[in-house]
């Protein structure tokens, strides 16, 4: 499964974004997703997934209250609304087929590349 993370961009402290995880020649409605994020000199986060049948989300506290992850079934991709964005959140954010806990996602397989989210003071 070939994954592609789009929708990255330059925001102002505050603004919103959209990321989108998409699946070459494949859809992502069969696969738990997460969408993690790394910035320069720190460690990846695990910063959301959903799972695959329930529909069921993880936060990482970070991110709870302004992250939304969702699926759109009839385009067979995942989506990451981002709103009330902070300088902290400026990295590039990843996609992964993944299983999805209520404490977390393990078990990555696949990742997308990345795209970058910039925000600014």
């Known amino acids: 499964v070939q994954l592609q993370a789009s929708g990255g961009g330059y925001v102002q402290t505050g603004g919103s974004l959209r990321l989108s995880c998409a699946a070459s020649?494949?859809?992502?409605?069969?696969?738990?997703i997460g969408w993690f994020r790394q910035a320069p000199g720190k460690e990846r986060e695990g910063v959301s997934c959903?799972?695959?049948?329930?529909?069921?989300?993880y936060y990482a506290d970070s991110v709870k209250g302004r992250f939304t992850i969702s699926r759109d079934n009839a385009k067979g991709t995942v989506d990451l609304q981002m709103n009330s964005l902070k300088p902290e959140d400026t990295a590039v954010y990843y996609c992964?087929?993944?299983?999805?806990?209520?404490?977390?996602?393990?078990?990555?397989?696949?990742w997308g590349g990345g795209t970058q989210v910039t925000v600014s003071s």
């Open positions: 959903i799972r695959t049948n329930s529909g069921r989300t």
């Open positions: 992964a087929t993944l299983v999805c806990s209520d404490y977390g996602p393990y078990g990555m397989e696949y």
């Open positions: 020649g494949a859809t992502l409605n069969d696969y738990g």
